[in-house]
């Protein structure tokens, strides 16, 4: 009923359907990514999001925000606890 993902989510072309697909397939995602610090990172990071950005695609994608981790700026490497909006019942 949880997935956790870590690094993973930035270096995906298409962020919005993996989120899509995992809201009808788990109940919890945790996701751990890079914030927005440019030049930290290397162009193998096809995304970098906010938290802001981070919460509205996971809401237009099947999610609602639980908790972020740690709840400070958008520069730093931050996670999301979410809890998919499509499972609403256990096995359903």
Known sequence: DALTMIHFLDHTDD???VLKDLAS???FLF???HG???GRWTVQHLVNFTGTGLQR????SG???VARYPD???REDFGV???STRITERGS
Do not use: H, I, M, S
């Open 15 to 17: 962020p919005a359907g």
């Open 63 to 65: 999610f609602e925000l």
């Open 72 to 74: 400070a700026g958008e």
């Open 31 to 33: 996701v751990w990514t």
């Open 57 to 60: 695609l996971a809401a237009r």
């Open 81 to 83: 606890l979410l809890k």
């Open 25 to 27: 397939r788990t109940r």
């Open 36 to 38: 927005t610090n440019e």
